[in-house]
C-alpha cells in the first residue's frame, strides 16, 4: 500500500472510531457516578414464616461519596433486627437522624418506607457493603399451601445492576419434599431471568444486566407443616393454589408469548448477519483462500527447501518463531560443525545428601567459525554471539545453565534479544513475499461499506428499530475489520509449505518403508533438527531406533562428530537430552520475559417447576431501592 493510501486508510479508520466514541458518550462526562456491579442476596425462611436476610451490595464509585443508601417499602411485613457491615467489621448504630461520621448507619421511618443509611468516605473505588434484617409475617398460611410472595429489587430502583443472585434457604424439612410438585417457584421481573432449584433445600433467583426500574420478584408455594411456628395473623383463612396456579399460568403464558416474538425478530435480524457472512466468505475465497499447490504427493523424502530450521518456522507458522526453533538452530550448528555439545553429570549439593544432575557443555568450534563464518545466516551468527560473546564473556564454551542464570540476571538485554530474534526472521517472510494480505483497493471498499452499514445501524436504532439496527451496527465492524485480516501464503511459499508438509508425514512413517528407500544415518542427522521445528523429533528417534539399532550404521555412530553423551547412544536418552535442552531455553526465556514485564506492570414455567422469569408479578412485598449521596 503507497504511502497515501495509508494515510487516507487512517483517516477513513480515525472518523469510524470517532463517530462510534460520539455514538455512545455524552458530550459532557458526569462529575460522579456509581455503578452496581453485584447484589447477592443470602435469605433464610424461618419456622415461624419470618426470612433472615443478608444482601452483600458491591458498588463502584466513580468521584467522591458520602453515603450509600437503600430503601424498602413499609407495609405488613415490618422490617427489624438491621446491621451494617463491610469485611466483617460492623458499623456503629446512629439513633438521631442527622448523618454520623463514616462507619455509623441510621434508620429513617417514613409513611411508607424504611431507609437504611449509611456514611461512607468512598472515592474512585469499589466496596462491597453488607446489609443484614429480619422481614417478619412474611409467609401468607392459607388453608392448603404456604406462600412466599417477596420483591428482592423494586421497581423504584434507579441503578441499575451488572449481576443479582438470590440464594433462598428453606426451612428443615424441605429436603423431603417434591420440588415441582410439593414445593413451587416462579420468578418475575425481565424475561432473561432464570429461577431454579439450586439444592435439596435451596432456591436461586438470578439475572444478568438488570435494568434500572425493574423488579425482581420471587413467589412459592410450599406445604404448611415447614412453618409449624407460624403466628395466626399469617392465616388468610382461605384456599390459595388454586388462584395463584392461575395467575402464574396467564402471567407465564403472556411472558412465552413475548419470548416468542422476540425470537422471530432475533431470526429477522439474523438473516443480515448471514448475508454479510456469505459475502465476507466469498471475499475470503478471492483474497484469503491458499493457492492450489501443484505438489499433490504423500510424502516427500528429501528436504523440500533450503531454509534453516528457524525460517522454516516462519513460513510454517504464519512469521511465528517459537522457543524450541532455537534447540533446533543450535542442534544444526552442532551438526554443521560449528559447536559441540556434550552431556555431563555432576553432584548437586542438597539439604539432605545430593543429588545427580546434568547439564551440557555448549563448546564453539572457532576455527571452523572464523574460517566459513560466510555461510552462516544472519540469525545464526546473532544466536552464537549472544552465546559466546555475552553469555560466557568471550569464552568458547559455557554450560546451559548459564543461559538460565544469564537470563535472570540479564533479563531485560536477554528477553530483547529474543524479540529482535523474532523479528529479524518474521521480516525473511516479507522479503520473500511469503504471505500476501488483502489489496489496499479491497480494503477500502469494505472500509466505505462499513461505514454506511455502521451510519444505518445507529439511525434504526434511535428510531428504536432495535434488532435490525443492531444487526447491521454489528455487521459493520465485521465488513471494516475482517477483510483486513485475510492472509495466505504466496504460490511459491504455499508449495514449498506443502513439501514441508509431505516431509513431516515421512517422518512420521518411514520406518514403515522398504529399506532402500529410507536415507542413510547421516542424512538423518540433517533431517532430525528440521524434526524439532516440526514437532515431531520424539516419533523420529522412535522410529530411527527401528532402522537403527544403537543408532549406528556400519561404522558410522549418530552424531559422533558433534554430541557426546556421558550416558551412552540410547535413543531415548538422546530425545530426553533434546527435551531437556529445550526446556531450559524455553525456561530461560519465560524467566526473562515475566521478569521484564512485571518491572514495566503498573502497581418462565407455569407449573413452578422453575425456568425463565415471567413478566407478571408486582404484587409481592419489599423489594430494595439503592442509591448514594
Not at 206 to 230: C, H, T, W, Y
Request: charged share 20%; glycine share 10%.
Amino acid at each position: 500500500m503507497g504511502r497515501g493510501n495509508r494515510l487516507g486508510a487512517v483517516i477513513l479508520y480515525t472518523l469510524f472510531i470517532t463517530l462510534l466514541f460520539c455514538a455512545f458518550y455524552p458530550a459532557t462526562a458526569q462529575a460522579r457516578s456509581l455503578e452496581m456491579d453485584k447484589l447477592a442476596i443470602d435469605a433464610e425462611l424461618l419456622p415461624d414464616g419470618s426470612m433472615q436476610v443478608t444482601e452483600h451490595i458491591t458498588v463502584t464509585f466513580h468521584g467522591s461519596y458520602s453515603g450509600y443508601f437503600v430503601s424498602f417499602p413499609q407495609d405488613n411485613t415490618p422490617i427489624t433486627d438491621i446491621l451494617v457491615s463491610e469485611k466483617g467489621s460492623p458499623y456503629q448504630f446512629n439513633p438521631g437522624e442527622s448523618y454520623g461520621p463514616p462507619g455509623t448507619y441510621l434508620v429513617k421511618q417514613e409513611a411508607n418506607k424504611l431507609t437504611i443509611d449509611w456514611s461512607i468516605n468512598a472515592s474512585d473505588e469499589q466496596r462491597t457493603f453488607d446489609v443484614s434484617y429480619r422481614v417478619n409475617n412474611l409467609i401468607k398460611m392459607h388453608t392448603d399451601v404456604a406462600e412466599f410472595y417477596r420483591k428482592f429489587v423494586s421497581s423504584d430502583n434507579g441503578q441499575k445492576m451488572g449481576q443479582v443472585i438470590v440464594r433462598l434457604q428453606l426451612p428443615a424439612g424441605a429436603e423431603n419434599l417434591q420440588q415441582g410438585t410439593d414445593i413451587r417457584i416462579w420468578g418475575h421481573g425481565p424475561l432473561h431471568g432464570e429461577v431454579q432449584f439450586t439444592g435439596p433445600r435451596e432456591v436461586t433467583w438470578q439475572i444478568e444486566d438488570m435494568p434500572s426500574n425493574k423488579f425482581l420478584e420471587g413467589r412459592m408455594v410450599l406445604p404448611l407443616q415447614l412453618f409449624p411456628a407460624a403466628p395466626a395473623e399469617l392465616s388468610t383463612g382461605q384456599a390459595g393454589l388454586p388462584i395463584i396456579m392461575d395467575e402464574e399460568g396467564r402471567w407465564a403464558e403472556g411472558a412465552n408469548r413475548r419470548r416468542q416474538e422476540a425470537r422471530m425478530q432475533v431470526g429477522i435480524a439474523i438473516l443480515i448477519p448471514i448475508l454479510t457472512l456469505i459475502a465476507l466468505f466469498f471475499m475470503w475465497r478471492k483474497y484469503g483462500k491458499e493457492y492450489q499447490a501443484e505438489f499433490q504427493g504423500d510424502y516427500y523424502r528429501e528436504l523440500p527447501a533450503d531454509y534453516s530450521p528457524a525460517e522454516l518456522s516462519v513460513l510454517w507458522n504464519w512469521g511465528q518463531v517459537k522457543t524450541h526453533d532455537i534447540t533446533a538452530t543450535l542442534l544444526d550448528l552442532a551438526r554443521r560443525q560449528y559447536i559441540t555439545i556434550e552431556q555431563e553429570l555432576f553432584e548437586k549439593k542438597r539439604l539432605l545428601g545430593t543429588k545427580e544432575v546434568t547439564t551440557y557443555l555448549i563448546s564453539l568450534r572457532k576455527e571452523k567459525y572464523d574460517a566459513e563464518r560466510e555461510k552462516l545466516r544472519p540469525h545464526e551468527i546473532d544466536l552464537i554471539n549472544l552465546i559466546f560473546s555475552k553469555i560466557s564473556k568471550g569464552k568458547p564454551y559455557l554450560y546451559l545453565y548459564d543461559i538460565e542464570e544469564y537470563s535472570k540476571e540479564n533479563s531485560r538485554g536477554f528477553y530483547n534479544f529474543w524479540l529482535g530474534w523474532k523479528n529479524d526472521l518474521a521480516a525473511i517472510g516479507e522479503t520473500n513475499e511469503w504471505f500476501l494480505g488483502t489489496p489496499s483497493r479491497i480494503r477500502w471498499i469494505a472500509a466505505g461499506v462499513a461505514l454506511v452499514f455502521f451510519l444505518t445501524g445507529l439511525i434504526l436504532i434511535r428510531a428504536e428499530v432495535v434488532l435490525p439496527g443492531v444487526s447491521i451496527f454489528l455487521c459493520s465492524f465485521f465488513i471494516a475489520f475482517v477483510p483486513a485480516k485475510f492472509k495466505r501464503r504466496s504460490q511459491p511459499a504455499h508449495e514449498d509449505l506443502r513439501k514441508w508438509e509431505a516431509f513431516k508425514r515421512f517422518l512420521l512413517h518411514f520406518s514403515n518403508m522398504e529399506r532402500h528407500e529410507i536415507p542413510s544415518l547421516v542424512i538423518w542427522e540433517h533431517y532430525l533438527v528440521y524434526a524439532v521445528t516440526l514437532g515431531v523429533a520424539k516419533e523420529v528417534m522412535k522410529q530411527l531406533e527401528i532402522v537403527f539399532p544403537n543408532l549406528q550404521e556400519d561404522d558410522y555412530r549418530f552424531g559422533q562428530y558433534w554430541w557426546h553423551s556421558q550416558t551412552g547412544f540410547a535413543m531415548a536418552g538422546l530425545s530426553d537430552n533434546f527435551d531437556k535442552i529445550s526446556e531450559s531455553i524455553q525456561h530461560s526465556i519465560q524467566v526473562a520475559e515475566k521478569t521484564v514485564k512485571a518491572a514495566e506492570s503498573k502497581s418462565s414455567s407455569g407449573s413452578g417447576g422453575g425456568g425463565g422469569f415471567s413478566g407478571g408479578g408486582g404484587g409481592g412485598s419489599g423489594g430494595g431501592s439503592y442509591g448514594g449521596r
